[in-house]
């Protein structure tokens, strides 16, 4: 079977390095040469080009770029596919990329791979990046079931641990698992830039340990990321945020009125919480 990876990066680097381990025959296309170059030399995939050619003898197509061009890059990929190619995705939202794909395409699964690093780039590509992570599968009710199957089966061998949902659903939940965390997390770092004391910036620079690292790691990742998932996921991650926004009025009234006993009750329900996640 014959894989196809468009864009060669964290994403599109890792999995084609897992499936060619596989024993999948990898095919890439990335927009440098020297990407291509270097997926080919260091054997993340066996053939790899700038052009979407290569692709004409892919079973199935991972479409690995950022969340703006993967439409455009499906409509000029079509020309180079045979008619039972499967195509899908791994972008971070899904309802405005599987409305445009599908059209287009309509043997197109959309899928979300729940893993990634602060890192980008084919430098970044890592084995097993997707072993015991969720992987979202998002079909509609046009989607070919045999597709949706063979993308679930791929997802699978990476390790990963496949969910179905609606493209909806998925741009909701993930607006409060991903999306809200990296503005809350960068905002965090905002304010603590704000703060007017140089020196005492410096010495909470130094002061800084593990509850900084966790609380901050996602607001200090890919700044392009973050602009992609607040452009594609607005009205969700706005929903997300004017609640978030609310709880931490409440917050901050607890702590004004000293009602220490109601701050108390929010986070014993804010640890029982945390355990429902699968972290
Ligand atoms: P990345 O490391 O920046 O990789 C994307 C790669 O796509 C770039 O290295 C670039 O390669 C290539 N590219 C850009 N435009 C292209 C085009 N028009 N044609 C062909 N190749 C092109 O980004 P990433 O983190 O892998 O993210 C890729 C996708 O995965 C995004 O849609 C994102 O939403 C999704 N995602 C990201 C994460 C995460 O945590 N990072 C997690 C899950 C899903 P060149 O070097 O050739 O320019």
């Known amino acids: 079977m014959n894989i196809g990876i468009v864009g060669l990066g964290l994403i599109g680097g890792s999995i084609a390095l897992d499936l060619r381990s596989r024993g999948f025959n990898v095919l890439g296309v990335s927009s440098r040469q020297q990407t291509c170059d270097r997926?080919?030399?260091?054997?993340?995939?066996?053939q790899a080009s700038t052009h979407l050619s290569v692709?004409?003898?892919?079973?199935?197509?991972?479409?690995?770029t950022p969340l703006g061009a993967i439409e455009p890059i499906v409509q000029k990929l079509i020309p180079h596919l045979s008619g039972d190619t499967i195509v899908t995705d791994v972008g971070s939202v899904k309802?405005?990329?599987v409305q445009a794909v599908s059209d287009l395409w309509p043997n197109f699964v959309g899928g979300h791979p729940m893993a990634g690093t602060a890192q980008s780039g084919i430098e970044a590509a890592v084995r097993d990046l997707f072993v015991g992570r969720p992987y979202v599968l998002t079909p509609t009710a046009q989607t070919p079931e045999a597709a949706v199957d063979?993308?679930?089966e791929i997802a699978r061998l990476l390790g990963a641990?496949?969910?179905r949902c609606g493209p909806q659903e998925h741009d909701r939940a993930v607006a409060w698992i991903s999306h809200l965390p990296i503005v809350a997390s960068a905002t965090l770092?905002?304010?603590?830039?704000?703060e007017g004391d140089r020196d005492l910036v410096d010495l909470a620079q130094h002061l800084a340990s593990s509850g900084f690292r966790d609380t901050s790691r996602v607001g200090g990742g890919n700044p392009e990321l973050g602009v992609m998932v607040a452009k594609y996921n607005r009205e969700e991650l706005l929903r997300s945020l004017s609640i978030y926004r609310d709880s931490l009025d409440e917050f901050i009234s607890d702590i004004e009125a000293e009602n220490w006993q109601a701050l108390e009750q929010k986070l014993k329900l804010t640890q029982q919480a945390r355990?429902?996640?699968n972290l």
């Open 189 to 194: 770092l905002a304010a603590c830039a704000a």
């Open 161 to 163: 641990l496949v969910y």
């Open 95 to 97: 309802t405005p990329i």
């Open 150 to 152: 063979r993308v679930e």
């Open 275 to 277: 355990e429902n996640y």
């Open 55 to 64: 692709m004409a003898t892919a079973d199935l197509v991972f479409i690995c």
């Open 39 to 46: 997926a080919q030399e260091t054997g993340v995939v066996n």
